[in-house]
């Protein structure tokens, strides 16, 4: 036997359908954002490589130094004030190796993220860092700051890989897990460019590719018209559930 028709039950699938529509067009809403965000970033890419390479110096002006134009400079490693900054590749924990190179004929660096050694495993030695000298020609691609990693155990309570106070503090290089531009030049002491050197082809003696974010806005497009979807499929249902109640309500 059919059971009677409870009219607060149709009030409470129109209220859920109503927020179910609601939530799903703010995620398509939110889809569409993170496209217009990614494609916000690539033509900032592609605007920075499209300039022409900048000769690094002490009196080049900050505005000059946009993130990805290509770039270079001429000085002297200062391999005593190197760092090693903590990032996998390509699912291999190791470090990216940050040497502060003194451009010539000036009393002004620009820090250099030189490239990326493996990490090594329990009994084996390290990875031997090259270490030239005298004056160098370094190429690469300016990023505005050292990227950093999200430092997620900081909220647990672990300890967290600190810059020394000063630099340099003797024996092997210091390990962080994020370097800031800042805190480096108090703790060494120099005078830094505003903006990181993310050297570039075989010269390094390193291996490493530098990260690029992610500007796949197609995907987000996807998103966005599947929630869309989702959003259409809940209008109809509420417009079902309505239409029957008000012939139920007419009858």
């Not at 050694?117 to 090594?120: F, G, N, S």
């Given at each position: 036997?059919?059971?009677?028709?409870?009219?607060?039950?149709?009030?409470?699938?129109?209220?859920?359908?109503?927020?179910?529509?609601?939530?799903?067009?703010?995620?398509?809403?939110?889809?569409?954002?993170?496209?217009?965000?990614?494609?916000?970033?690539?033509?900032?890419?592609?605007?920075?490589?499209?300039?022409?390479?900048?000769?690094l110096?002490?009196?080049?002006?900050?505005?000059e130094?946009?993130?990805?134009?290509?770039?270079?400079?001429?000085?002297?490693?200062?391999?005593?004030?190197?760092?090693?900054?903590?990032?996998?590749?390509?699912?291999?924990?190791?470090?990216?190796?940050?040497?502060?190179?003194?451009?010539?004929?000036?009393?002004?660096?620009?820090?250099?993220?030189?490239?990326w050694?493996?990490?090594?495993l329990?009994?084996?030695?390290?990875?031997?860092?090259?270490?030239?000298?005298?004056?160098?020609?370094?190429?690469?691609?300016?990023?505005?700051?050292?990227?950093?990693?999200?430092?997620?155990?900081?909220?647990?309570?672990?300890?967290?890989?600190?810059?020394?106070?000063?630099?340099?503090?003797?024996?092997?290089?210091?390990?962080?897990?994020?370097?800031?531009?800042?805190?480096?030049?108090r703790?060494?002491?120099?005078?830094l460019?505003?903006?990181?050197?993310?050297?570039?082809?075989?010269?390094s003696?390193?291996?490493?590719?530098?990260?690029?974010?992610?500007?796949?806005?197609?995907?987000?497009?996807?998103y966005?018209?599947?929630?869309?979807?989702?959003?259409g499929?809940?209008?109809?249902?509420?417009?079902?559930?309505?239409?029957?109640?008000?012939?139920?309500?007419?009858?």
């Open positions: 036997m059919a059971q009677p028709h409870s009219p607060t039950r149709t009030i409470a699938a129109l209220l859920l359908l109503a927020a179910a529509a609601a939530v799903l067009a703010s995620l398509g809403r939110w889809q569409l954002h993170r496209a217009d965000e990614r494609r916000a970033v690539r033509a900032q890419i592609e605007a920075g490589r499209a300039r022409p390479p900048i000769a110096a002490s009196d080049t002006p900050p505005a130094l946009q993130a990805w134009r290509p770039a270079r400079a001429r000085g002297t490693w200062l391999h005593d004030l190197t760092v090693l900054v903590d990032r996998n590749q390509e699912g291999r924990p190791g470090q990216w190796v940050a040497t502060p190179l003194l451009l010539e004929g000036s009393r002004t660096a620009v820090l250099v993220l030189r490239g050694v493996p990490r090594p329990p009994g084996q030695p390290a990875t031997e860092i090259p270490r030239p000298a005298g004056p160098q020609d370094v190429q690469g691609e300016l990023a505005l700051r050292v990227p950093r990693l999200f430092e997620l155990w900081s909220f647990g309570g672990k300890e967290v890989a600190q810059l020394p106070a000063r630099l340099p503090a003797g024996g092997a290089p210091p390990e962080v897990q994020n370097l800031d531009l800042q805190d480096y030049a703790a060494t002491g120099l005078e460019l505003p903006a990181v050197l993310e050297q570039t082809g075989p010269a003696g390193l291996a490493g590719e530098w990260p690029q974010p992610s500007i796949d806005s197609d995907q987000n497009m996807g966005a018209m599947q929630w869309f979807g989702f959003t499929i809940a209008v109809v249902a509420w417009l079902v559930v309505a239409w029957r109640a008000w012939r139920r309500r007419r009858a």
